[in-house]
């Protein structure tokens, strides 16, 4: 089974820019990544988990919820094991701790905390 680590978060301004990476956890993970569709997720102070972006294992056919869209770009490099989210025009309320997912799979990582200041 796939183990995840995120990494990227910081405290950054309003209209700022981050971008977030996802890799496996140990070579057993890397050896096996490049198989799975990876989505990312958020989750704000005292709010429900919330599905951002998607990939599929090809890199192909990103999917994006309408609060990001136009401002965040999924993207993966199998040839590096990692899935991106370049993060732009960020928003106060893109405040939240980002998960990677392993999509079908219970997998997660452990989350890296973004803090978007006004």
């Known amino acids: 089974q796939v183990q995840l680590v995120e990494s990227g978060g910081g405290l950054v301004q309003a209209g700022g820019s981050l971008r977030l990476s996802c890799a496996p956890s140990?070579?057993?993970?890397?050896?096996?990544?490049?198989?799975?569709?990876i989505g990312w997720y958020r989750q704000a102070p005292g709010k429900d988990r919330e599905f951002v972006a998607n990939?599929?294992?090809?890199?192909?056919?990103?999917d994006y919820s309408d609060s990001v869209k136009g401002r965040f770009t999924i993207s993966r490099d199998n040839t590096k094991n990692t899935v991106y989210l370049q993060m732009t025009r960020l928003k106060p309320e893109d405040t939240a701790t980002y998960y990677c997912?392993?999509?079908?799979?219970?997998?997660w990582g452990q989350g890296t905390l973004v803090t978007v200041a006004s």
């Open positions: 990939i599929n294992r090809y890199g192909g056919g990103p």
């Open positions: 997912k392993a999509e079908f799979t219970g997998v």
């Open positions: 140990g070579a057993a993970s890397g050896r096996i990544f490049s198989t799975y569709e």
